[in-house]
């Protein structure tokens, strides 16, 4: 089917070039960035709504993949050849609607951090809408790569089907720093900063990430 030409050959050779770079990105469209960072702009409050508003040590339980941290995005860019950043946009929404549906579940209708959490919801429902509408359906009908598509199954399993292995305990404020990290290391082109040293996604970002994780309880 495929007649072998010099164009082929160049096109080859030219997506043989794009592999090498580890992440295929695509500039974040402008609606999506003003209601990513309408969203940051939420964020500032979580340490009053999340932490303060909270009994000391606070957790709740959730998939051990909605522990999604900064960490786990350069080890899949690592392990999944020719990733497209798009990829692992899908899969930060996927995470972070779980996260915020388990955070709203734990919130009694009067509880003071009900209204945060709920806005917080509505303009990630916002941005999600936003992201949907940016990209060709197709985007969202492709295959994914076998080890996020094995992420994604069990982030999407049924919750008593999941092993209590397979459950973390983690505070909702430690949850919502790492859905801020890790957007703004996802969508960096909405959030680069003049400072080409600040690389959202850089180490130097990854341990503050990792306090507050407990195992699950026996
Ligand atoms: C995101 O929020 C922080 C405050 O929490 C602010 O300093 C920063 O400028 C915001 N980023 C953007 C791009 O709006
Ligand atoms: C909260 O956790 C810290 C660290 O694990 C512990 O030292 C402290 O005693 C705990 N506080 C309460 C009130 O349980
Ligand atoms: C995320 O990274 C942590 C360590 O940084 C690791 O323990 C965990 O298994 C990773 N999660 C997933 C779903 O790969």
Redesign the pocket.
Known sequence: MVQLSASTCLLGGLLGLLLLVPVLTTPTPPGLCTALKTLNGSLTHRRRYMKHNF???YTIRVHYEEVFRLSNISRLKLKVEGLEELVLQRLWFQVNQGVLKKIIRVLPERHPSRPYTAELESRFRDAEGVFVQAHPPEVFQQELPDSIQDLWDRLTEEPDRVPESSWRYASPKYLLDNFRRTMQCLFTDCFASTDAHDDYCAIAHWRKGRK?LLQPES
């Open positions: 009994p000391i040590n507050k």
